[in-house]
């Protein structure tokens, strides 16, 4: 199961009744994320009461059009652990029309985190990022979203989280 969860701000919404500029360039329309949270801090494998991860991330949208996109968690212990949770409409089809600039959280939900042996180096998303390279028994996730026109945002990566062997 994946649940995504979203909050607009009061002064998204001012911004959506207002509405606000268009012309912005790529750079200011593409999406941005900011890890707020992550919980828990240690996951089991094993358990699978103890083995999902809660990913809070406040993003920015230069254009209304996040909602439709995908938001991709990297997994950095190895290349190739990707989620893509796909984000729901966020913005009324008037606020993506007119390009009105949003802002707000959203929830990720990672259901059944599994042991994996790291790699010796970071995926190239993850070393981007900022994130270390994985050590066996801890994993950094990353954050990147991509809205509805393929407008790849700029990522964040969390802290490290304990896995415990299984």
Do not use: K
């Not at 995908?70 to 009324?92: M, N, T, Y």
């Amino acid at each position: 199961m994946v649940r995504i969860a979203l909050a607009l701000s009061p002064a998204l919404w001012s911004l959506l009744a207002l509405g606000a500029g268009a012309g912005c360039s790529e750079a200011e329309v593409a999406p941005s994320a900011t890890i707020v949270e992550i919980a828990p801090d240690s996951l089991a494998p094993a358990e699978d009461d103890a083995d999902d991860l809660t990913i809070r991330v406040a993003y920015t949208d230069g254009d209304a059009d996040l909602g439709g996109g995908v938001a991709a968690v990297h997994d950095c212990r190895a290349e190739g652990l990707v989620i893509e949770l796909a984000i729901p409409p966020i913005a009324s089809e008037q606020a993506i029309d007119d390009g009105v600039p949003i802002e707000g959280e959203i929830e990720l939900i990672v259901n059944d985190v599994g042991w994996v042996d790291a790699d010796g180096s970071a995926p190239e998303v993850c070393a981007d990022l900022g994130a270390p390279d994985p050590v066996d028994g801890e994993a950094v996730f990353c954050v990147v979203l991509t809205d509805a026109a393929g407008h790849d945002g700029d990522g964040d990566c969390s802290g490290a989280v304990a896995i415990a062997d299984p």
